[in-house]
């Protein structure tokens, strides 16, 4: 449904800041891209819904096709029509509304009955934002407002949607409140392609994943191959080997140690 072929983006005509990856997120699976902090991952994201254009940003080389199509550098507006939403980091609530005043914002594309519509599924799934309608979003805890940008998302009836860092500052509870919703919307055919720090619950999640490193992929597999890799598990999830908890004070040389660095 997406690929990317060989995508670059350069900042400001001089940080070249993804350089060349080459993905693909099929219909109807889930897809998680993981690394630290600076790895591209969210220049990613950016760089397929064109959002990267705000801040100066543009894809110099290779190609983004979404259900068939060259979005490569299209306008923004016109990939969400086409059935792909991109939920950014740091949950862009429009504080001042309501919770469904957000809502009905992110069905706007729509008539207005059809909005009324999607609202009510939304609402169907989504169970605390309809006990939180009335709630301004700005008063809202993070994950209520997690869960409000994706409700947002889904009144565009996305067929793919991309999501940056939803795990971000959450207490353990809210996480597995905000994955059991994103697991019930894979299970019920929608395409996901999550960025996550978190790599143990992304993994949980996803089909197949990507580990990016300073804007390169460096290792890629399905979740299962990537849970038992042996780089994944050090430097990702804290594990030895074993399965044992790893101490940080035995990863002095992170970096040197990482065979894809070296």
């Not at 219909?27 to 254009?53: D, E, M, Y």
């Not at 100066?56 to 983004?64: E, F, K, M």
């Not at 309809?130 to 709630?135: F, I, Q, W, Y």
């Not at 999501?163 to 500052?169: K, Q």
Request: aromatic share 4%; proline share 2%; glycine share 10%.
């Amino acid at each position: 449904m997406l690929e990317l072929n060989n995508v670059e983006v350069l900042y400001s005509e001089v940080i070249l800041a993804v350089k060349g990856i080459t993905a693909r997120v099929p219909k109807g699976q889930c897809v998680t891209l993981l690394g630290a902090n600076g790895a591209g991952k969210s220049t990613t994201l950016k760089a397929i819904s064109n959002l990267i254009r705000t801040e100066d940003g543009r894809v110099t080389a290779g190609s983004i096709t979404f259900d068939g199509t060259n979005i490569t550098g299209a306008n923004p507006v016109d990939v969400v029509r086409q059935g792909l939403v991109h939920v950014m980091e740091g949950r862009k609530v429009l504080r001042h509304m309501t919770v469904e005043q957000n809502l009905v914002v992110g069905g706007h594309m729509g008539s207005g009955r059809e909005a009324k519509e999607r609202l009510d599924e939304v609402y169907s799934r989504i169970k605390r934002l309809a006990a939180l309608r009335d709630r301004t979003a700005g008063y809202l805890s993070g994950g209520e407002q997690q869960l409000l940008v994706i409700g947002r998302a889904l009144m565009s009836q996305p067929k793919l949607v991309m999501i940056d860092e939803p795990s971000l500052g959450l207490a353990p509870l809210m996480v597995e409140e905000v994955y059991g919703l994103l697991s019930d919307l894979k299970a019920s055919g929608l395409t996901l392609l999550i960025v996550e720090q978190n790599t143990r619950v992304a993994l949980e999640l996803a089909d197949y994943g990507y580990v990016m490193e300073s804007g390169r992929i460096v290792l890629e597999g399905p979740s299962s191959q990537l849970k038992s890799n042996e780089d994944v598990r050090e430097f990702y999830l804290g594990l030895t080997v074993e399965g044992e908890r790893k101490s940080f004070r035995d990863m002095k040389h992170y970096r040197r140690r990482k065979r894809w660095l070296g």
